[in-house]
């Protein structure tokens, strides 16, 4: 027979268990875990503290902290991640986007203030963190994310209807060479594949065996991305627009020789939550 647990319980055993196998944030992963396994919002458990767990969820949340003390991140195993205090639904065709990717949106936003309308393209948007952050932000906004997958596409389309930006927000299919509107935008925003290929298996696995490796590979030297991306942002965009890069740690100097020789200057770059260098803002030269 199995003994009866309550919310409470099962919160403070799990937890116990996640920190003895080196998990970083054990009580929010057994929160997020337990919230996924009884099928509830996981702001609502508080309120569930003394309910008795169904054999059958403590089984489902024994299945999902195995997953998790397996090196599964939580966000994979519940599908998914807030972003910019936005609720994303993230499948394995997705980078799970990243909080240090939020400097992008405070970029952009900094950037932004004068524009009553920007229109915004979004160079690879995986679920389309950015792009809906970003339009959220601006409510008269437009934008378009474009993505070489067809099924990152679909996650985020529908991340765009859940969250009701649907009727500001469009998505391509395409590659970020492909034609879209020269000229045609304010802002263009990516968060691009820039990890050198030889160092991908040494990566955390917890990316390496999780993140799409089309959302991780950056060639040889990890700056084949900007090396398309530089050229696309000088036709994309409108004189006066600004281009937003994320970059990895490093790369600044290089990404900003291949922007520099599109006619496009560095304005400004804005450092992630551990002092690295994130994101370049460039601006096409005759622009202030
Ligand atoms: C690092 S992920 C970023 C996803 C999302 N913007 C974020 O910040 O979480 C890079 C994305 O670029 C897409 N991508 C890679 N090469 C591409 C190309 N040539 N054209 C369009 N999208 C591409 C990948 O499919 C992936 O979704």
Redesign the pocket.
């Known amino acids: 027979m199995i003994e009866a647990v309550t919310v409470a319980q099962a919160l403070t055993r799990a937890t116990g268990e996640l920190a003895s196998s080196g998990i970083a944030v054990p009580r929010l992963d057994a929160r997020l875990l337990l919230a996924h396994a009884l099928g509830v919002p996981s702001e609502q458990l508080l309120s569930l503290d003394a309910r008795a767990l169904s054999a059958a969820e403590q089984s489902a949340f024994s299945d999902l902290l195995r997953r998790r003390r397996a090196g599964e991140p939580t966000s994979r195993i519940v599908g998914r991640r807030e972003f910019w205090s936005l609720d994303f639904a993230i499948t394995p065709d997705?980078?799970d986007?990243r909080p240090d990717?939020e400097t992008i949106v405070e970029t952009v936003l900094g950037a932004l203030q004068s524009r009553a309308v920007p229109r915004i393209v979004?160079?690879?948007?995986?679920?389309g963190?950015?792009l809906l952050a970003l339009l959220s932000e601006c409510p008269d906004a437009t934008g378009l994310g474009?993505?070489?997958?067809a099924a990152?596409c679909r996650v985020a389309t529908g991340n765009a209807r859940r969250l009701g930006l649907d009727d500001r927000a469009a998505f391509a299919c395409m590659?970020?060479?492909g034609a879209v509107t020269p000229g045609g935008f304010d802002v263009v925003v990516s968060?691009?594949?820039y990890i050198a290929d030889g160092e991908i298996e040494g990566l955390a696995p917890e990316v390496a065996r999780h993140d799409p490796r089309?959302?991780l590979s950056g060639g040889a030297d990890g700056l084949d991305?900007y090396r398309?991306l530089a050229p696309a942002a000088a036709v994309l965009l409108r004189p006066g627009g600004f281009a937003v890069m994320e970059i990895g740690a490093g790369q600044g100097p290089a990404v900003e020789r291949l922007f520099a020789a599109r006619g496009l200057a560095l304005r400004e770059a804005r450092r992630d939550l551990a002092g690295i260098d994130r994101c370049l803002l460039f601006a096409s030269e005759s622009s202030t």
């Open positions: 997705v980078l986007p990717s979004d160079l690879g948007t995986g679920s963190c950015l474009v993505d070489i997958s990152a590659d970020w060479n968060n691009p594949p089309g959302a991305a398309c």
